[in-house]
């Protein structure tokens, strides 16, 4: 298990990194919703986005924890891991499930940057969390496979050179079990664009360059399947431990921001003679925002720590996004309490921050789902859906 410890030179250098991307680079980007191109190659050169891919094929070779450290530093400066925390975690599935072929061949490139696998095309809009019912197929045509379909909410496809693509390759009927039947595809979208593949951005409440894809025809070399045809869906799954982690680690990190923030006001600001934060009725949601994170902290690292040993980590790494998600949400609202009007003026970032956490209670899962996870999967009680 890494020593917190050990981390301290990480988050130090992270942080260092940041502070090149204060409150007005990330204002101006949020009002002409341009992708932070500048922050992603900075990250991308100080190697942190290679953070878990192994030394062997040119990444730092890190542990979950370390990588969770640096997710968390992004968010507590004030800064926005979103355009870029994919970079991390989608090499898993190629990682884990790849061909000795397919991880030389890509790894590398993902390693160094100069390969893009930032977009992760699962959710689609006629089945949503029911990943099952995806209707995207991919049917075998001699040495390619030919997809038609769509997909939604593919975030940043239209800055990444690779798509991990979930497709069905046996129609649901036919499948051998209720899970099986699903192919995972490593799709080059910069061959692809234009030869069957259309990206439509989708303008959303907070700068978050998502995406909806649609495949017409489009045909994808049969050795870009990554591992065997049908067992997709358990490929994906077992990235998704990785992808809730980093993310509730973000959340911590958001937290953290806001709880600063709105501790600083509150010592500062002074209303009727003295300082609004002298007011149990400022200083206790703030307090309980504090617990909230430190509580949601220790289940992050938790998860980190089984997920490192290689030990399963499933229910922690659903517990520790659920709350994280919960305690950044709530900080956030604190946070815009305790700043009064000044909450949702631009320049103080407090708006921008809320709408961009917003997000995390409901991708890449949604709170209910995870709670249908923990009720089946922890407590036995019977499947709801
Ligand atoms: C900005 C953004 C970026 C995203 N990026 C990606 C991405 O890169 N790749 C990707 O594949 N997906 C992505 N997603 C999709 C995201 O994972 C889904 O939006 C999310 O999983 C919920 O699916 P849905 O929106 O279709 O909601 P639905 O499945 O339609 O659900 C709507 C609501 O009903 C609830 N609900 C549904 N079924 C049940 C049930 N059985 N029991 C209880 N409650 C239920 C859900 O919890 C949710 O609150 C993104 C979404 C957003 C908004």
Not at 280 to 295: E, K, L, S, W
Not at 374 to 380: R, Y
Request: aromatic content about 8%.
């Amino acid at each position: 298990m890494t020593d917190v410890a050990d981390l301290a030179p990480i988050r130090e250098a992270v942080r260092a990194l940041c502070a090149d991307f204060p409150g007005e680079y990330w204002r101006r980007l949020d009002r002409e919703r341009a992708y932070p191109t500048e922050f992603v190659a900075a990250l991308t050169k100080a190697g942190f986005l290679a953070a878990l891919i192994p030394e062997q094929y040119g990444g730092s070779g890190l542990t979950m924890t370390a990588a969770a450290a640096i997710m968390e530093e992004i968010q507590a400066a004030g800064c926005n891991g979103a355009p870029c925390h994919a970079q991390m975690y989608t090499m898993g599935t190629l990682l884990r499930h790849g061909s000795a072929a397919q991880k030389e061949r890509y790894l590398p490139g993902i390693a160094r940057g100069e390969l893009r696998l930032q977009a992760f095309g699962v959710t689609e809009p006629t089945s949503g969390t029911d990943t099952l019912s995806l209707r995207t197929a991919a049917v075998r045509d001699g040495d390619h496979y030919v997809v038609n379909g769509q997909k939604i909410w593919t975030s940043r496809a239209e800055h990444s050179d690779l798509m991990l693509l979930l497709a069905r390759t046996t129609p649901r009927e036919q499948a051998k079990s209720r899970t099986a039947g699903l192919s995972v595809f490593l799709v080059d979208m910069r061959q692809a664009r234009n030869n069957g593949l259309t990206i439509r951005p989708i303008r959303t409440m907070m700068n978050h360059a998502t995406t909806e894809v649609f495949f017409e025809n489009m045909r994808v070399p049969a050795e870009n399947l990554i591992g065997n045809e049908g067992e997709g869906f358990r490929y994906i799954l077992s990235g998704m431990n990785a992808e809730r982690i980093l993310i509730a680690a973000e959340c911590i990190g958001d937290a953290k921001w806001f709880i600063d923030k709105a501790a600083s006001y509150a010592r500062d600001r002074v209303v009727f003679g003295r300082p609004i934060g002298q007011n149990q009725g400022v200083q206790f949601p703030i307090a309980r925002a504090y617990i909230g994170m430190r509580a949601a902290e220790l289940m992050v690292r938790e998860a980190a720590a089984l997920y490192e040993a290689g030990k399963d980590c499933g229910a922690e790494a659903n517990m520790a996004k659920h709350l994280a998600a919960e305690a950044s949400w709530a900080a956030a609202d604190m946070c815009v309490q305790t700043h009064g009007g000044f909450g949702f003026a631009e320049e103080f970032d407090i708006e921008r921050k809320f709408r961009e956490t917003r997000l995390y209670t409901v991708a890449p899962i949604s709170t209910n789902l995870i709670l249908s996870y923990i009720a089946e999967h922890v407590l036995g009680l019977p499947r709801s859906y």
